[in-house]
């Protein structure tokens, strides 16, 4: 929370400062840095809400001139709505026009949006206290008779629409605000290894192979996470950090994407949401604008080599709060079961394994390892959670008198982070988790966006999409090649 004494001296301090602002140190987002810059207004181009005689009226911080920006929301659902809509917009043309994509935005979520490290507590008080400003162009005429634009400054409050081309100004004292913002480094080994993950990239999105062990989101005991880790290594000439549009559990692996800017990854975390709140149970007959396929080793084999589950899923707290696990609800009436279906077919069967491909419909914590476990009764191996039964009497994998007798002990590669990725295959004694995202076919995301800015009837219908493959980590490689042998 923010210091209540340092709040008082910003908000009661002059905007006039004797900073040398060359030299002031900024605190905004890389983005703003480079858009944001100080600007001093002359009094006589004040309004007569600001007395043109007071000094501390000429000096503000200017934010970048408002534009109109794609609604990432709206855009998003509209793009998901459209997979339901293909078969009768086909019958009946074009179907309903596309809503405007384009949405205003008030003062306040646009100082929010320029300032993100700013509280958003002290940006209130600013507006309450009646020291925003916006510069709004009047038109006056010279001498000459010609047009002209007199940018002036008036009062603006929180709730105010902003206009195209519309400046913001604050108080200039608000580069005081410390920022407590950990920046993490990583040396030339580290970065060269994540930017060795990465799959696809473009200006809109960028995916890596996320490993095995390496956790996406930070939390509690969890010192660098993949998330913290992209905005070192995979922002490249982007101004904006990436960001996470969808999750992977620590020890899965596979495909990750995440949005470089702030509209692109709202549209994908968007897409994300409504295919799971948009599933139906006739998913042969829908066209999915997003697929996802994994590959699993699981113990055991399905009765059925393809197939459907759907078995709606909740969370259990368990130890008084201190762990909880996610199990099928058989009672599907319970409000608080969230519905779930998977799509799955076997690969192949070999000594008492099956590989399995898995299609999630729906996106649901856990869903993968639940159904594979409580639903096919074939749970995944070295998921100790929901199979920790049949890991008790299960014994390694037998490997070849050659790779027995061999006396060369493999050499490990030490990896950045603590990652050890050579051990945990099927003949380890204990493997780790076989769960890995192997396809995704998304649309394209960047070129939805640059379209729709340029035509405002752009078709959504029929979207290019962008298809990514992820080659297996070495454990679940190894498990696969001694499973064939």
Known sequence: MANPK???RILLRSPLNDTVLDGARLFFSPFHEWRSHYS????????????????NSNKWFTLPPYTSTVDGGILGKEIARNRLENKNDAAIGRGAANPPYSSSTTALKWVVRCCPELPR??????????????????????E????????RLRRVTA????NLGDRIYLPISVQEFPVDKKEYHCNEEEVSFIRSLELYKDPAIIVVNKPPGMPVQGG??????????????LSYDCLEPPRLVHRLDRDSSGILVMGRTQTSATVLHTIFREKTFGASHDVDNVKRILQRRYWAL?????RHRKGFISAPLRKVVLDNGKSDR???MHNSQTLASQHAITKYKVIGSSHGYTWLELSPITGRKHQLRVHCAEVLGTPILGDYKYGWQAHKNWKPFPCSNHENNSNEVPKRKILPFGLDLDNGDISDKHPRLHLHCKQMVLPDISLVLQNVQLYSDYDLSHLESIKLVASLPSHMQRSWELTNS
């Open 326 to 328: 996610i199990t099928v």
């Open 40 to 55: 001093s207004i002359a009094p006589e181009t004040l309004t007569q809400e600001e007395n043109p005689g007071d000094n």
């Open 298 to 302: 699981v113990i055991g084999s399905p």
């Open 6 to 8: 340092l709040l008082r």
């Open 144 to 151: 000459m008779g010609d047009e002209l634009q007199k940018p």
């Open 220 to 233: 509690i005991g969890i010192k660098r996470s993949l998330d913290e880790l992209a905005a070192t290594c």
């Open 159 to 162: 709730k105010d629409s902003m």
């Open 121 to 142: 507590s002290l940006v209130q008080k600013l507006f309450r206290l009646r020291q925003v400003r916006r510069e709004s162009c009047d038109i006056g005429h010279s």
